[in-house]
């Protein structure tokens, strides 16, 4: 009987150090695609063309993409308490102009933009389940957004500069990770300034 009693203990104990002690700490790398500045401001772009009959100037950006880093602390093994750190550029051509262009059939370049964007956000992500090699979660983060863009017109050669604060965020309502206990691949689903779709590595200590 206290050979039972006793395994039994040992078999709680481990069962609850399993689900609720395991502490450790994470440090993350992802790329991300389909962030919310790349969203925003293709919509814009599009607005704006057509309430200006195509003759506003357009700054056709292409995105690098979403470059995360996160770090996290799991006081319990399903929890989560991080912060994440997101940073990704845009550069392009401005044009003017339409088809229907008096001067000419095609649109006019007329300059250059570039633009920087920094977003910090602490975050907190929940474990659906959390196996050895396989894990499935969640994740929320809520932060501060600074963008720095730099527009430059080539005739006459004038420069124009703007930054602008605002919020952060990001919902992944559903993200896998597969590999070993201590180094993991993932890929996450989710909206805000991480990404539509992510993907790193991430390593646990």
């Known amino acids: 009987m206290k050979r039972f009693a006793f395994s039994c203990l040992l078999v709680s104990m481990f069962a609850t150090h399993s689900a609720y002690a395991v502490k450790h700490h994470e440090c993350s790398l992802s790329y991300g695609v ?84 920094l977003a910090i956000m602490p975050s907190v992500s929940l474990n659906w389940f959390d196996f050895n090699y396989v894990c499935m979660y969640s994740k929320a983060a809520v932060g501060y957004s600074m963008s720095k863009s730099k527009q430059t017109r080539f005739d006459p050669r004038e420069y124009k500069k703007t930054s602008e604060d605002n919020w952060a965020y990001q919902l992944t309502p559903v993200a896998l990770e597969v590999g070993s206990p201590l180094v993991r691949g993932f890929f996450e689903l989710g909206f805000g300034h991480e990404g539509i779709l992510a993907f790193g590595v991430k390593c646990k200590f």
């Open 34 to 117: 389909g962030t919310h500045n790349e969203i925003v401001n293709g919509f814009a772009n599009v607005v704006g063309s057509i309430f200006t009959l195509g003759y506003a100037d357009i700054t056709d950006l292409k995105w690098s993409g979403a470059y995360n880093m996160k770090y996290a602390y799991h006081p319990v093994k399903f929890l989560g308490l991080g912060v994440i750190t997101s940073y990704q550029t845009s550069k392009g051509d401005i044009v003017e102009g339409s088809s229907k262009n008096k001067e000419s059939n095609e649109r006019v370049v007329v300059g250059k933009a570039v633009g920087k964007y």
